[in-house]
Nanobody, 119 residues
Framework: QVQLVESGGGLVQAGESLRLSCVVS????????IGWYRQPPGKERELVAG???????NYVDAVKGRFTISRDNAKNTVYLQMNSLKPEDTAVYYC?????????????WGQGTQVTVSS
């Protein structure tokens, strides 16, 4: 089982910053990749930023230069530093892990954390 617990969301004004945290715990599974997704009101969930299997990062164009994904392996935590926030960044932010048990792959999601950016 892989458990993901997000925190750090909140209500901020445009231009301000937030840092989201995702604590990852895994029993028996090997986590291959992890990323942050978001789901704005009335829209589909989308990838925001992630680490792929070889550790490289990728970002959606809308957040490049403003958001930074990082991780602290000692704390089993993945962060999303969000700067210069815009009202269109308002969404529920989720952490997702791609993990493997033997030869079978799985996806695990956290419960989400709300980010609201006022103009």
């Amino acid at each position: 089982q892989v458990q993901l617990v997000e925190s750090g969301g909140g209500l901020v004004q445009a231009g301000e910053s937030l840092r989201l945290s995702c604590v990852v715990s895994s029993i028996d599974f090997t986590v291959n990749a992890i990323g942050w997704y978001r789901q704005p009101p009335g829209k589909e969930r989308e990838l925001v930023a992630g680490f792929n299997g070889d550790g490289r990062t990728n970002y959606v164009d809308a957040v490049k230069g403003r958001f930074t994904i990082s991780r602290d392996n000692a704390k089993n935590t993945v962060y999303l530093q969000m700067n210069s926030l815009k009202p269109e960044d308002t969404a529920v932010y989720y952490c997702r892990a791609e993990a493997r048990l033997g030869s079978t792959g799985y996806y695990f999601w956290g419960q989400g954390t709300q980010v609201t950016v006022s103009s």
